[in-house]
């Protein structure tokens, strides 16, 4: 059920952009050329927009296909985040194909079409992943740039860790010392209570050889129950890439912004070392408008995320040759990991009913009155309901080395400092893309997701049309593992429940979890009702310099050709156990220093050129 809270643009006071570096329309656009264009304002090309704008010489242009994120309000209200996907002005609202794991059902796959991408319309959740995840980065890639102890500076450059505004006291709920304090990124524990919080903890206590408490799983080693860390500010508004490194960068004269504006393909614009360079970028606001082309003195970058890029990659001739021309795509450069590899995590809401003399924030989804309130007193005092996450803790688990070999399956995890499922406790039913059907009902929630799954999926094109969805197979519980994890974590988390601190709360399961008993029946509840994590990676993979695998290099260039680099969560070789951003942001800084350093002498080419394969022969 979606609130009934009536907001205006005008209520917050929104920063406005001076000196029409904000362009809507590509003819609009004085210049055609600049140093550096980010195809994708989203969470990590706005981090790239500020980075590479520090340095005055270089001239900046980001091109968003959606639209600016001041335009709706509730996308800085953090408790409306399960209103602002799917079938938004501010999400691509595009389906899956039909999952063979889920019984061919097709799910809804949102990601942000707005400045800040899907930081704008996410839950807000931040957690980083494991010391294993990023080691095991390091590993397939053979740059060990990437691991734990390389990436750890840029998570805390990314972030600033605030205190809540309403003084609510927080000792021993997080750790300063594995956060950063002066990052663009300010994220936050919770502001207020919850009537869950007590019952929560201390069944976490009373089941600690299964969820013992984490005081922060940020370190690296998220296993456990503790509180959870939400990219809101001290104000109670929600941080993205677009409020965080985009907005305040602005007044500088070397970066432009232009929205609403699609790009079509990359265009070759010449040869650089014996390999075509792709610095030109084409672009049109619809299917019948002209094209309007820029270029990259420098280089262009691709962070459009991991269902765009590699559509963008494809249109541009860039991928299997054999497949581009099954779609009448002149095939340019033969890279046949474009689109393929990609990893996303399941995720499947459990819900309860809760007795009658509990209420929940269920209410303030339905009750037109109070969210009008609730929206007030978040308007004039920062403080309230609307100022919350949609998450106050978290717990992550794995499952026995034992308990995988006995059913003669294989550990897909980085290591055991990461986890295969994710808990996530919540007053009410979770604000996710699907709402509850019973509109009376107050709820407490738990959804359980498999974080460090086996399945793979892919990413293709319907057509030769750039204004097209591409197809999404996201592939979610097609290996035997995945489905195997989720029916346990099912278990796990009725178990929970069960605990002594929990009586008194919970009446019945919900939905078709309460005649979901028997390991078939829940596993066919798990297929009925699972659903995306909405944490894709994987479709331009990075491989190693010398490797003939994957679509970018350790350093993100794409394979074989001059002046073209990704950066975002496509070039992941697997998902790390976390919600994205905090990863992401982290990429994002580690690779702005990756192109500054490249061009700080202005040279053409460098590492790993040696290696590359000709261009496929057409």
Same mark, same amino acid.
């Given at each position: 059920m ?13 920063p ?5 570096k904000?362009?809507?329309d590509?003819t ?7 140093d ?6 989203g ?5 790239l927009a500020?980075r ?5 010489s270089?001239?900046?242009?980001v091109?968003?296909a959606?639209?600016?994120n001041?335009?709706n309000?509730k996308?800085?209200v ?5 209103e602002?996907s ?6 691509w609202?595009q389906t ?8 061919n /059902?097709?799910?809804n796959?949102?990601?942000?079409f707005?400045?800040?991408g899907?930081s ?8 980083r ?5 990023y080691d ?9 740039g ?13 972030e600033?860790?605030?205190p809540p505004?309403? /003084? ?5 709920q ?10 663009p990124?300010?994220?936050s ?12 903890l201390s069944?976490?206590?009373e ?20 509180w959870?860390?939400?990219?809101v ?5 929600r ?6 490194y ?5 007044? /500088?004269?070397?970066l432009?912004v232009?929205i609403d ?22 672009t049109?606001?619809s299917?019948s !408008? ?7 003195r420098?280089?262009?970058?691709l962070?459009a995320?991991?269902?765009?890029t ?18 009448n ?9 474009v ?6 995590q399941?995720s499947?809401v ?5 007795n ?7 209410e303030?989804?339905r ?22 996450? @949609? ?13 995988i070999?006995?059913h003669?399956?294989k550990?897909?995890s980085?290591?055991i400092a990461s ?7 919540n007053?009410?039913y ?7 059907e019973?509109?009376?009902?107050n709820?407490f ?10 399945s ?8 030769n049309?750039?204004f097209?969805?591409p197809l999404?197979d996201?592939g ?13 974590g099912i ?6 429940l ?8 919970i009446? !019945?399961?919900?939905r078709g979890?309460?005649?979901?008993n028997?390991?078939e029946e ?12 909405f944490h ?6 990075m ?15 794409v394979?074989?050709v001059?002046?073209?680099?990704v950066v ?5 070789p697997?998902v790390p156990a @976390? ?9 994002a800084?580690?690779a702005?220093?990756?192109?500054k350093?490249y ?19 057409v």
């Amino acid at each position: 059920m979606k609130s009934r809270v009536l907001l205006t643009l005008a209520a917050v006071g929104w920063p406005m952009v001076n000196g029409g570096k904000l362009y809507t329309d590509p003819t609009d656009v004085t210049d055609s050329a600049y140093d550096f264009i980010i195809v994708g304002g989203g969470t990590a090309g706005n981090v790239l927009a500020h980075r590479l704008s520090e340095d005055p010489s270089h001239s900046v242009l980001v091109i968003e296909a959606g639209v600016s994120n001041l335009e709706n309000i509730k996308d800085q209200v953090p408790f409306l985040s399960g209103e602002l996907s799917p079938n938004t002005s501010i999400a691509w609202n595009q389906t899956t194909t039909p999952q063979s794991g889920l019984l061919n /059902r097709t799910v809804n796959y949102p990601h942000g079409f707005v400045l800040g991408g899907s930081s704008s319309i996410n839950h807000m959740v931040w957690t980083r992943g494991s010391v294993d995840d990023y080691d095991r980065y390091a590993r397939v890639s053979k740059d060990d740039g990437w691991s734990w102890n390389n990436m750890f500076p840029y998570m805390e450059k990314s972030e600033a860790l605030v205190p809540p505004n309403t /003084r609510r006291k927080t000792g021993g709920q997080v750790n300063p010392a594995v956060h950063g304090w002066h990052g663009p990124v300010e994220i936050s524990l919770p502001a207020s209570s919850s009537i869950f919080d007590e019952p929560v903890l201390s069944s976490g206590f009373e089941l600690s050889h299964l969820f013992p408490y984490n005081i922060d799983m940020n370190s690296g080693y998220p296993m456990g129950l503790g509180w959870a860390v939400g990219s809101v500010s001290a104000d109670r508004k929600r941080t993205s890439s677009a409020t965080s490194y985009l907005w305040p960068a602005m007044n /500088r004269s070397n970066l432009d912004v232009l929205i609403d504006t699609r790009v079509t393909r990359l265009l070759a614009a010449g040869i650089t070392d014996g390999m075509l360079s792709f610095t030109k970028v084409e672009t049109a606001q619809s299917a019948s !408008s002209n094209r309007v082309v820029f270029e990259a003195r420098k280089e262009v970058i691709l962070s459009a995320g991991s269902i765009n890029t590699p559509q963008i990659l494809l249109l541009s001739g860039i991928g299997d040759a054999d497949y581009l021309r099954s779609l009448n795509i002149q095939p340019l450069v033969d890279l046949k990991d474009v689109g393929r590899n990609l990893m996303d995590q399941t995720s499947l809401v459990n819900a309860w009913y809760v007795n009658s003399n509990i209420t929940t924030w269920d209410e303030a989804y339905r009750n037109e009155t109070l969210a009008n309130e609730l929206f007030e007193q978040w308007e004039t005092t920062g403080t309230g309901l609307y100022g919350e996450d @949609a998450a106050t803790q978290i717990a992550w688990s794995r499952l026995s080395s034992k308990l995988i070999s006995s059913h003669d399956l294989k550990d897909p995890s980085a290591g055991i400092a990461s986890p295969h499922l994710e808990f996530i406790f919540n007053n009410g039913y979770f604000p996710s893309i699907t709402f509850a059907e019973d509109q009376t009902g107050n709820y407490f929630s738990i959804v359980t997701n498999v974080v460090s799954p086996a399945s793979r999926g892919s990413i293709t094109l319907a057509s030769n049309d750039p204004f097209a969805y591409p197809l999404v197979d996201a592939g979610l519980l097609v290996e035997p593992f995945d489905i195997f994890a989720l029916v346990h974590g099912i278990k796990l988390a009725k178990k929970f429940l069960e605990a002594p601190a929990f009586a008194g709360y919970i009446k !019945s399961a919900a939905r078709g979890l309460a005649d979901a008993n028997t390991d078939e029946e829940l596993e066919e509840y798990a297929r009925s009702n699972a659903d995306s994590g909405f944490h894709p990676v994987g479709s331009a993979v990075m491989a190693p310099y010398n490797s003939n695998d994957g679509v970018v290099r350790p350093d993100l260039r794409v394979k074989r050709v001059s002046g073209l680099r990704v950066v975002d969560a496509s070039v992941l070789p697997y998902v790390p156990a @976390a919600h994205m951003q905090a990863c992401i942001y982290a990429v994002a800084e580690r690779a702005a220093d990756i192109i500054k350093e490249y061009w700080k002498d202005d040279q053409s080419d460098w590492l790993g050129y040696e290696f590359q394969e000709p261009l496929v022969a057409v």
